[in-house]
């Protein structure tokens, strides 16, 4: 077995079964999932520029299919990871990565669909910690975030063994944390710590520098339009020095990012996951010792800082973990 993979396991049509549903800017993933958390089948579809309305029948006929090849009365609840701000009280979902979705009603949708079985959606850096909490490196904590580097950036916070959602669902945005002054218009769409550390912003960083640099004659000088932060890392390993410089800034501002959710939250472990960590897992060390500068300094020497262990599927079992917890009462304690 490939490491990050997971046993497929057999079963019987008898089974209970809980349907999870990850959704990202570009692909759906839908899994199968017993109470105790075994995934037991798992599908992935690209969106291939599916906007609006076309995205949620996606997803219904997604739903459909499964409850369906399952047999209807196997599945006994559905979750759902949505890439932004799910609206609890409306029942829709902000998802800037994705056209028409400014107030999407989700909720409505599925249970067009799916009226006989129950529903929780969640945002995916929620779904991310969760997932973690249940079956991942934030097994037995009260207290831990998980910090999602990806296109964007994210921060799904357990606080006393609940999820923190703020007054408007909208905690853990902290790509809009602010880090480095004067402010920069371009900080308005995203904010400042995206803007400086997240792929995108690795990447567009990147091209400024080349664009700054036109002697630069090291391992990124083609194709300058197609770089990605993977690339960068890549040749950060290789000694690049427009490489170098780009990633030891992130370096130095994720250990900032760190450090100040470490003074405000005092968790037992912060969890780097997204799709820069990844490759990004080697800067752990030098990120915590950035973050020492910076920290609470009791709260930072209690702090464990490591790599997400559920990696790519960390939201499909936090979604999982919605599902199983809609037939028990709403707390993560079992």
């Known amino acids: ?19 999870a549903i990850d959704l990202g ?9 017993t109470h105790n958390g075994d995934l037991l089948r798992k599908e992935k579809t690209m969106l291939d520029k599916r906007e609006g309305a076309e995205v949620g029948q996606l997803i219904a006929s997604q739903i459909e299919k499964f409850i369906r090849e399952e047999k209807e009365e ?21 998802a800037p990565n994705i056209g028409g979705w400014n107030n999407y009603p989700l909720l409505k949708e599925v249970q067009a669909i799916a009226a006989h079985i129950p529903v929780s959606i ?5 779904c991310y910690i969760l997932g ?24 799904g916070i357990l606080t006393g063994g609940n999820i923190l959602r703020g007054a408007n669902d909208i905690a853990g945005a902290i790509g809009w944390m602010a880090l480095q002054q004067p402010f920069d218009p371009q900080y308005v769409d995203c904010g400042c710590l995206e803007t ?45 020095t427009i490489s170098v410089q780009v990633v030891d800034r992130c370096i ?20 780097l996951g997204g799709g820069v960590f990844g490759p990004a897992v080697k800067f752990i060390p030098a990120i915590y010792k950035e973050a020492m500068k910076w920290a609470q300094p009791i709260s930072m020497g209690q702090v464990v800082i490591e790599a997400s262990v559920l990696g790519a599927d960390a939201g499909l079992f936090g979604a999982a973990y919605l599902a ?11």
Not at 3 to 11: D, S
């Open 1 to 19: 077995m490939l490491a990050g993979e997971f046993p497929v396991i057999l079963y019987s049509a008898v089974l209970m079964c809980f349907l």
């Open 25 to 33: 800017g570009t692909k759906l993933a839908v899994a199968v999932f």
């Open 74 to 94: 196997i599945i006994q609840s559905i979750g759902i990871s949505i890439p932004g701000i799910y609206h609890t009280r409306e029942g829709t979902v902000w």
């Open 122 to 126: 969640e945002s995916d850096r929620s």
């Open 132 to 155: 973690e909490w249940w079956k991942g490196a934030a097994k037995n904590c009260t207290d831990a975030i998980f910090l999602a580097v990806g296109t964007g950036i994210g921060a």
């Open 196 to 240: 400086i550390a997240s792929g995108e912003g690795i990447a567009k960083f990147t091209r400024k520098l080349l664009l700054q640099n036109p002697d630069y004659k090291g391992l990124l000088k083609n194709a300058p339009q197609l770089l990605t932060a993977i690339d960068v890392i890549d040749a950060y390993d290789r000694g690049d």
């Open 252 to 271: 130095e501002i994720w250990g900032m990012a760190i450090a100040n959710l470490v003074s405000l939250f005092n968790p037992q472990k912060i969890i």
């Open 324 to 334: 199983v917890q809609n037939l028990k009462p709403k707390s993560i304690h079992e």
